[in-house]
């Protein structure tokens, strides 16, 4: 389901032609020196409005699937650091020193998870995308601290083979390998917000300040009636608020 402030994009664009259309309507009334608010150029600040929530659409689900991705083998490590300090505390020759410090790291995980929003966020804030990047980074440093302090002790060979060292370099080497396709899925996805805001929002060029100028044009134009005003007043656009 698309969120409230995709929808509200959406909507400022499809109004925009709305808008187009019964400009069109007046005919040679509808005259203003304003090149920027002439139909011409309203039709390509639509068409280009208009793929740029195409673009920011086709490049999401790519998004969405890494992130997912990475969000889920995370997720894992954590329980399987958990598994691994147990490992490591049973094991007979590693000192209680060596096990705090252990624990000191997995704390460390959890506090990087917890002190960020990691799990699928806001596509409309990238300051967010880049706490959670900061977040995941912080995370996978911990935990190759975690699998090299067990490493350095050599009578930790336990039984369980996802516990082993080996396997465990492998399964760090995957979480760099998801964390990396995120952080490349999220590029082109980003780059599609920035040009569709730019679009759309943009001081005194975007979709919605044109928006308003045309509207205070029609208004002073005396041949356009009351009730053909009202045909493009009651068109709303709007900026999407800011996520606290």
Same mark, same amino acid.
């Given at each position: 389901?698309?969120? @409230?402030?995709? @929808?509200?994009?959406?909507?400022?664009?499809?109004?925009?032609?709305?808008?187009?259309? $019964?400009? +069109?309507?007046?005919?040679?009334?509808?005259?203003?020196?304003? =090149?920027? /608010?002439?139909?011409?150029?309203?039709?390509?600040? !639509?068409?280009?409005?208009?793929?740029?929530?195409?673009?920011?659409? @086709?490049?999401?689900?790519?998004? &969405?699937?890494?992130?997912? &991705? $990475?969000?889920?083998?995370? +997720?894992?490590?954590?329980?399987?650091?958990? $598994?691994?300090? =147990?490992?490591?505390?049973? @094991?007979?020759?590693?000192?209680?020193?060596?096990?705090?410090?252990?624990?000191?790291?997995?704390?460390?995980?959890?506090?990087?998870?917890? *002190?960020?929003?990691?799990?699928?966020?806001?596509? &409309?804030?990238?300051?967010? /995308?880049?706490?959670?990047?900061?977040?995941? %980074?912080? +995370?996978?440093?911990? #935990?190759?601290?975690?699998?090299?302090?067990?490493?350095?002790?050599?009578? !930790?060979?336990?039984?369980?083979?996802?516990?082993?060292?080996?396997?465990?370099?492998?399964?760090? =080497?995957?979480?760099?390998?998801?964390?990396?396709?995120?952080?490349?899925? %999220?590029?082109? !996805?980003?780059?599609?917000?920035?040009?569709?805001?730019? #679009?759309?929002?943009?001081?005194?060029?975007?979709?919605? &300040?044109?928006?308003?100028?045309?509207?205070?044009?029609?208004?002073?134009? *005396?041949?356009?009636?009351?009730?053909?005003? $009202?045909?493009?007043?009651?068109?709303?656009?709007?900026?999407?608020?800011?996520?606290?």
């Amino acid at each position: 389901m698309a969120s @409230t402030s995709e @929808t509200g994009h959406a909507v400022n664009v499809a109004n925009l032609n709305t808008m187009i259309s $019964r400009l +069109q309507g007046y005919g040679a009334r509808y005259n203003p020196t304003n =090149n920027s /608010i002439k139909i011409p150029a309203l039709q390509t600040l !639509y068409t280009n409005s208009n793929n740029s929530l195409t673009a920011v659409s @086709t490049t999401k689900p790519a998004f &969405d699937d890494a992130v997912n &991705d $990475r969000q889920e083998i995370f +997720q894992a490590m954590e329980k399987l650091a958990t $598994r691994i300090i =147990n490992a490591f505390d049973a @094991t007979e020759a590693v000192t209680d020193k060596m096990v705090d410090d252990g624990k000191a790291i997995i704390r460390k995980i959890r506090g990087a998870r917890a *002190s960020k929003k990691i799990i699928n966020p806001n596509p &409309d804030e990238p300051q967010q /995308i880049s706490a959670s990047q900061q977040s995941f %980074t912080q +995370q996978l440093e911990h #935990f190759s601290k975690l699998i090299a302090l067990v490493a350095s002790e050599s009578t !930790y060979n336990p039984n369980e083979n996802e516990l082993k060292n080996a396997q465990l370099t492998a399964f760090k =080497n995957q979480m760099v390998t998801l964390n990396n396709a995120a952080i490349n899925a %999220t590029t082109p !996805y980003l780059t599609a917000i920035q040009n569709r805001n730019n #679009f759309l929002y943009t001081p005194k060029t975007g979709l919605v &300040d044109i928006a308003q100028e045309v509207k205070k044009y029609v208004k002073s134009v *005396s041949t356009i009636t009351l009730a053909e005003f $009202r045909q493009i007043s009651g068109l709303k656009f709007t900026r999407p608020k800011k996520t606290q």
